[in-house]
């Protein structure tokens, strides 16, 4: 009987222990869900704060990518523009540019621009006559060829530029070694102009 009595007992204490648990719990738990849902959203669903940076970032992103590197005035009123002087695959340097007829009148490409090499006379008008100077290195670099010996640049387009119309160009060089950051422009008729290589 005494026996009887003690496991009732253990019994009795073994409920109530379970349900206290049960209880803890369900409190834990419900106090968890509670603050999750009275918390206010920092973010709209689907999106993180580093979303939020990144669109913050594009917003305050420049409208015009295509900001000049250099830019300088030469013969008649017409202005050159150097967009970009990237290195590509292969050992290349590629510059991206425009030449911009900014007087009132019209402007004859001079002869000069194609260069003084009777090989590539056969191509017609071109920017074979841009050179790149690396001052450090003690290097000149000219247009590059194909195997046809035409230069890799812009080529075959009107001598004639009218006022206010722009004229776009590219030319391919050898590309300096990686240590050069920096070479010189040169170009019939203009100025000499740094640029920065990327």
Not at 169 to 188: D, S
Request: hydrophobic share 35%; proline share 7%; with cysteine.
């Amino acid at each position: 009987m005494m026996t009887m009595r003690h496991m009732m007992r253990r019994a009795g204490v073994a409920a109530v222990l379970s349900s206290t648990l049960i209880l803890v719990v369900s409190a834990c738990g419900g106090g968890g869900e509670k603050k999750d849902s009275s918390s206010p959203s920092s973010t709209p669903a689907g999106s993180t704060a580093d979303d939020k940076a990144v669109g913050s970032a594009e917003e305050s992103a420049p409208s015009s990518p295509n900001e000049p590197i250099a830019m300088v005035k030469g013969d008649g009123g017409v202005e050159m523009s150097v967009l970009s002087a990237r290195r590509d695959e292969g050992g290349f340097l590629t510059v991206d540019g425009e030449i911009k007829n900014t007087g009132s009148e019209g402007f004859t490409a001079p002869v000069q621009w194609s260069g003084t090499e009777q090989s590539v006379a056969a191509t017609g008008r071109s920017f074979a006559g841009m050179t790149l100077v690396d001052s450090k290195g003690k290097k000149r670099y000219y247009v590059l060829r194909d195997t046809d010996n035409r230069p890799l640049t812009t080529y075959a387009y009107s001598s004639f530029i009218k006022a206010g119309d722009s004229l776009p160009f590219f030319a391919q060089f050898p590309a300096p070694p990686a240590g050069t950051t920096q070479v010189a422009l040169q170009f019939p008729g203009f100025p000499s102009t740094s640029i920065e290589l990327s």
